[in-house]
T-cell receptor, first 114, second 112 residues
Framework: GAGVSQSPSNKVTEKGKDVELRCDPI?????LYWYRQSLGQGLEFLIY????????KSGLPSDRFSAERTGGSVSTLTIQRTQQEDSAVYLC????????????FGEGSWLTVV | GQNIDQPTEMTATEGAIVQINCTYQ??????LFWYQQHAGEAPTFLSY??LDGLEEKGRFSSFLSRSKGYSYLLLKELQMKDSASYLC?????????????WGLGTSLAVNP
């Protein structure tokens, strides 16, 4: 696609429910990043995928968080048993040689846990 | 450790020039990015420096000195719409992964 696409754009969920957030990167981009940003805070790295290499999961805050990237393209971030502190915007970004390795962000998925 | 430092807040006047500094200490270096983020929106790309020197793009310029671990973003002819957070990020080349290390951002307020 023309840009990084994320869905849903907004999600309100009850505490304890599972949520899935989807990211469709720019076509041809081999690197994909998930970040979390709480209101007024900086970007918190979650996970990084690069081609067929093993993902760098070092930023995932707990075992309730997981992510996968199928076929080297679309990625899904899953949060199990959501907690109120999970409320944030989840930003996906991608980069690749077709764009000189510049990183482009999607519009984010705004998650509110009530 | 690896870290990026930039001022938390800055204030400037419409029509003026402002320089936002960024210093970094990383285990490797493979480029420095500047992003602009308006409140409630995703970051948007402004500039990328991998070699020393000044890159100019319209009202915005970015400078890099790798030996000093230093960059700045220069904004000229400030407009009210330039009020935003400006994020500095360094691509380190640790191991086989290329992760970005992000600063916390500089919140710029442009006053009339």
């Amino acid at each position: 696609g023309a840009g990084v696409s994320q869905s849903p754009s907004n999600k309100v969920t009850e505490k304890g429910k599972d949520v899935e957030l989807r990211c469709d990167p720019i076509s041809g981009h081999t690197a994909l990043y998930w970040y979390r940003q709480s209101l007024g805070q900086g970007l918190e790295f979650l996970i990084y995928f690069q081609g067929n290499s093993a993902p760098d999961k070092s930023g995932l805050p707990s075992d309730r968080f997981s992510a996968e990237r199928t076929g080297g393209s679309v990625s899904t971030l899953t949060i199990q048993r959501t907690q109120q502190e999970d409320s944030a915007v989840y930003l996906c970004a991608s980069s690749g040689p077709v764009s000189g390795n510049t990183i482009y962000f999607g519009e984010g998925s705004w998650l509110t846990v009530v | 450790g690896q870290n990026i430092d930039q001022p938390t807040e800055m204030t400037a006047t419409e029509g003026a020039i402002v320089q936002i500094n960024c210093t970094y200490q990383t285990s490797g270096f493979n480029g420095l990015f500047w992003y602009q983020q308006h409140a409630g929106e995703a970051p948007t790309f402004l500039s990328y420096n991998v070699l020393d020197g000044l890159e100019e793009k319209g009202r915005f310029s970015s400078f890099l000195s790798r030996s000093k671990g230093y960059s700045y973003l220069l904004l000229k002819e400030l407009q009210m719409k330039d009020s935003a957070s400006y994020l500095c990020a360094v691509r380190s080349n640790a191991g086989n992964n290329r992760k970005l290390i992000w600063g916390l951002g500089t919140s710029l307020a442009v006053n009339p």
